[in-house]
């Protein structure tokens, strides 16, 4: 079955705990992203790749890495969470940046940073 | 800049027409997208326009795009409680990175 899978989807931590969420893509997509989505401002574009060891800076990049090294992962990295980063997450993958009919989005990963 | 902008709040009756607006600024846009979310679920794409186009029918939606304006609007006919949800317009620049609007909280009453 063709997916994106997120881990973890809770997560409640403390200020300064470096923590990673994981993404996953089982579709050999090249292009891949992470939002987060807030109330009244609707989904942020963090990072986005589009291939191996190729990453830029989407809309809210300050205070998150990504890396990929394998065509079918991209962690998310918060080096020293603080509150402002609470939020839901989204990870996000398509075939290329061009075909994003084929994206898919996986299931969200909600984050409290006390 | 680059930004897309939304209305937060549309409401209509069930059976008229909803139409969702869209603006955005970046002219180097190759796709404008429109992404249907539901209550506690992920986004899923419901129709995408190419930036030379002007008008894209599928099924109950309608998009029309006014490239010279930057204006992109989502038509649903029709309109049904389980359209109720909200709508995400979001255009993909020729570097790759997808820019999103707010989101449009459409409520259909019965």
């Known amino acids: 079955e063709a997916q994106v899978t997120q881990n973890p989807r809770y997560l409640i931590t403390v200020t300064g705990k470096k923590l990673t969420v994981t993404c996953s893509q089982n579709?050999?997509?090249?292009?891949m992203s992470w939002y987060r989505q807030d109330p009244g401002l609707g989904l942020r574009q963090i990072y986005y790749?589009?291939?191996?060891?190729?990453?830029d800076k989407g809309d809210v990049p300050e205070g998150y890495k990504v890396s990929r090294k394998e065509k079918r992962n991209f962690p998310l990295i918060l080096e020293s969470p603080s509150p402002n980063q609470t939020s839901l997450y989204f990870c996000?993958?398509?075939?290329?940046?061009?075909?994003?009919?084929?994206?898919?989005f996986g299931p969200g990963t909600r984050l409290l940073v006390l | 800049g680059e930004d897309v902008e939304q209305s937060l709040f549309l409401s209509v009756r069930e059976g008229d027409s909803s139409v969702i607006n869209c603006t955005y600024t970046?002219?180097?846009?190759?796709?404008l997208y429109w992404y249907k979310q539901e209550p506690g679920a992920g986004l899923q794409l419901l129709t995408y326009?190419?930036?030379?186009?002007d008008m894209k029918q599928d099924q109950r939606l309608t998009v029309l795009l006014n490239k010279k304006d930057k204006h992109l609007s989502l038509r649903i006919a029709d309109t049904q409680t389980g359209d109720s949800a909200i709508y995400f317009c979001?255009?993909?620049?020729?570097?790759?990175?997808?820019?999103f609007g707010q989101g449009t909280t459409l409520q259909v009453k019965p």
């Open positions: 790749s589009m291939n191996v060891e190729v990453t």
């Open positions: 979001a255009e993909i620049l020729n570097t790759g990175k997808l820019i």
């Open positions: 579709m050999n997509h090249e292009y």
């Open positions: 996000a993958s398509s075939l290329s940046a061009g075909a994003l009919e084929t994206q898919y």
């Open positions: 970046d002219s180097s846009s190759t796709y």
């Open positions: 326009i190419f930036s030379n186009m």
